[in-house]
């Protein structure tokens, strides 16, 4: 397949092939050219053409599967080598939101790695989104007298393009731990997540040293660079957008599911750190319902309708020894396309 907005393999389920575009997007916009990459979950490859076509200086590739390492030097060594490459064999913590030790850990690493001025960035779910459908189907299901007991609530949510499942019945939303099984149509098995508790995940990436700049659903994402994605997501597939470029229904409802995160550690020398949001009370345990009434979010419009709170990303590595102010990955991209990180 090729990155970059090229043709992607139409073998690929749909929504995967709006997963690899929403990487594709995110690589063109903050991977600079030159720039030293640390993919902390870089699977079978199937990046290195985004990679490529970015330009970038050296790449680092970290996974916890042997086979997916060796996949990804495959990928790398079948290019023409425009950058340097080196892999490790470590384990990243997908669920690292399972714990808060897990979370900082995380963060930890991550801020080692980064030299000032560098960005940490990717995709997760989007609790906000998950979170607010799975309390409309236990207010759904309470209102029509469905049967349940009164301490019973629904397990899972469906829609034409998957289900998810939670692995515990409950109305609140716990700041670590909530897994759930998303499974999409015609996928054979499903896949297990932590919800992520965004606020908790700012807090956390404030005390590794990493500002907040960015979360943002992948719908509102594209619908703010749409001039810019749109030709990109056409070559992804036929029937995601519509004539004028907008996400068709189903393309809307699976990329709903996920957000982009954005993190910075600031460089004293350049510019002011960006400040990350402080709450009020000074309390991360916050009441679920304060936490969605908050204001925390930079573009909570579009998608009120679906919004609460939470991402998933992971990895626990013991990072090479680098000096923790300086780190081993380069700045980011001098301008952002965020005018305003909150």
């Known amino acids: 397949m090729m990155g970059g907005g090229g043709i992607i393999s139409s073998s690929l389920p749909a929504h995967q092939r709006l997963h690899e575009f929403a990487k594709t997007a995110l690589i063109k916009i903050f991977a600079s ?33 042997s086979s997916s390492i060796s996949e990804t030097r495959e990928m790398w060594e079948s290019q023409p080598k425009p950058y340097t490459a080196e892999f490790c064999e470590l384990n990243p913590c997908v669920l690292c939101f399972e714990t808060e030790d897990k979370a900082r850990t995380l963060l930890h690493n991550v801020s080692t790695l980064l030299k000032p001025g560098g960005y940490f960035f990717g995709i997760t779910a989007d609790s906000s989104t998950i979170w607010t459908k799975y309390q409309k189907n236990v207010e759904a299901s309470h209102n029509k007298g469905i049967g349940l007991k009164p301490t019973t609530v629904p397990n899972c949510i469906r ?33 297990t997540h932590s919800l992520v508790h965004f606020p908790s995940l700012i807090r956390l990436a404030r005390e590794a040293g990493l500002e907040y700049v960015e979360i943002q659903n992948l719908t509102e994402f594209y619908d703010d660079n749409r001039a810019i994605l749109a030709g990109i997501l056409h070559g992804y597939g036929p029937n995601f957008v519509d004539p004028r470029g907008r996400l ?17 550690k600031p460089d004293p020398d350049i510019v002011p750190p960006i400040t990350t949001p402080l709450f009020q009370d000074g309390n991360p345990i916050q009441d679920e319902q304060d936490w969605m009434a908050s204001s925390w979010r930079q573009h909570g ?14 990895l626990n590595i ?14 980011g991209p001098p301008d952002l396309r965020f005018s305003e990180p909150f």
Request: include cysteine; glycine fraction near 8%; proline fraction near 5%.
């Open 33 to 65: 050219p030159y720039a030293k990459v640390c993919d902390l979950y870089c699977g079978s490859g199937s990046d290195t053409d985004k990679w490529y076509d970015a330009q970038i200086g050296h790449y680092i590739g970290i996974d916890s599967s």
């Open 318 to 331: 013991n990072p090479p020894i680098v000096e923790h102010d300086k780190g081993i990955l380069g700045p």
């Open 159 to 191: 829609s034409e393009n998957y289900i998810i499942t939670f692995d515990v019945e409950e109305e609140k939303f716990p700041l670590f731990g909530k897994k759930y099984q998303l499974k999409f149509v015609n996928d054979i098995s499903s896949e």
């Open 301 to 314: 419009s579009s998608l009120d309708e679906d919004r609460t709170g939470h991402t998933e990303t992971a």
């Open 248 to 264: 068709l229904p189903r393309s809307f409802d699976a990329l709903g599911l996920y957000a982009t995160f954005v993190f910075q």
